[in-house]
C-alpha cells in the first residue's frame, strides 16, 4: 500500500507560482510512476504531469509544457509539482497519484494508477 498526501495548494493571482508537495508513505517509489492529475469544475480529470522515479523522465501536458515542473526527492520520498505563470484555467483540484512503472505503459491513463491522494485546490484569480 502507498500513502500519499498533497499539499502547497491555495489562491493566487495570474501570473504568480505554488508549489505542490505529493508526499508518500508506505514503500519506496522506487519502481513506481508518479503523476499529478487535475479537476476543474464540471470538467473531467486531466493529466498535468508525471515522472519515473527510478530514471527521472518526465512527462507534461501541452497545457502546462514550459510552465510546470516535476521533480522528485528519494530523500523525503516526496514528488513536486512547481507552478509557475498560472493562468485561471489552471483552477483545479490537483491530485498526485502512483502506480507500479511498469503497469503505468501510458502517463496519461488515471485508470493505470493504482494509489490516489485526497487532492489540494488551486485557485488563480484574474
Known amino acids: 500500500q502507498v500513502q500519499l498526501v498533497e499539499s502547497g495548494g491555495g489562491l493566487v493571482q495570474a501570473g504568480g507560482s505554488l508549489r505542490l508537495s505529493c508526499a508518500a508513505s508506505?514503500?519506496?517509489?522506487?519502481?513506481?510512476?508518479m503523476g499529478w492529475f487535475r479537476q476543474a469544475p464540471g470538467k473531467e480529470r486531466e493529466f498535468v504531469a508525471a515522472i519515473r522515479w527510478a530514471s527521472g523522465i518526465t512527462y507534461y501536458s501541452d497545457s502546462v509544457k514550459g510552465r510546470f515542473t516535476i521533480s522528485r526527492d528519494n530523500a523525503k520520498n516526496t514528488v513536486y509539482l512547481q507552478m509557475n505563470s498560472l493562468k485561471p484555467e489552471d483552477t483545479a483540484v490537483y491530485s498526485c497519484?502512483?502506480?507500479?512503472?511498469?503497469?503505468?505503459?501510458?502517463?496519461?491513463?488515471?485508470?493505470?494508477?493504482?494509489?490516489w491522494g485526497q487532492g489540494t485546490q488551486v485557485t488563480v484569480s484574474s
Open positions: 497519484a502512483a502506480g507500479r512503472a511498469g503497469k503505468v505503459v501510458v502517463v496519461a491513463y488515471e485508470r493505470l494508477y493504482d494509489y
Open positions: 508506505g514503500r519506496t517509489l522506487s519502481d513506481y510512476t
